[in-house]
C-alpha cells in the first residue's frame, strides 16, 4: 500500500504508474535500492536514471499537513510562509491614495489655460476650449 498519495498524483503516464508501482514493491522488499536495481528499472520502462531516484524519493516521502506541528517547534508549518502579496488593507490604502492623486491631478489640470494643457497632455480638453472660446 502507498502511504504517499501526492506520489500517485504526480505520475501522468502509464509508464510512469508502472514505474511508480514496481519502485513500491521493490523498496517494500528492501530499505534501499542499489545503482544496479535503478538502473534495472529504468532499462525496463524507458525512463531516465534520474527519473527513477526522484520517483523513489517521492515515495520514500511522507505526506504532511500544513497545519501539523513543527518538528521542534510549538508553531505550525503554516505559520512558516510567508505570503508577500498586499494584504487588502494595503491594497485600500494604494487604491485611496491613488484616486486622491487623480483627483488633484485633475483639478491641477483644470487650473491651467488652454495652452498649458495641451503642453501638458491634454489636447483634447484644450480642442474643446478652443472651439467654445
Do not use: W
Request: hydrophobic share 45%; proline share 4%; charged share 30%.
Amino acid at each position: 500500500m502507498l502511504r504517499n498519495a501526492a506520489a500517485v498524483r504526480t505520475v501522468t503516464s502509464s509508464r510512469q504508474k508502472s514505474l511508480l508501482f514496481a519502485l513500491t514493491r521493490m523498496l517494500a522488499a528492501k530499505a534501499e535500492l542499489s545503482g544496479t536495481d535503478r538502473a534495472y528499472l529504468a532499462r525496463r520502462f524507458g525512463v531516465s536514471l534520474a527519473a527513477v531516484v526522484r520517483m523513489s524519493m517521492r515515495i520514500g516521502a511522507r505526506d504532511r499537513s500544513l497545519d501539523a506541528a513543527a518538528p521542534g517547534g510549538d508553531f505550525r508549518l503554516i505559520d512558516t510562509l510567508a505570503d508577500e502579496r498586499p494584504g487588502p488593507e494595503d491594497e485600500t490604502l494604494a487604491a485611496d491614495e491613488a484616486r486622491h492623486r487623480a483627483e488633484r491631478l485633475a483639478a491641477a489640470l483644470a487650473t491651467l489655460p488652454a495652452r498649458g494643457r495641451v503642453v501638458s497632455g491634454e489636447p483634447a480638453q484644450a480642442g474643446k476650449e478652443k472651439a467654445e472660446g
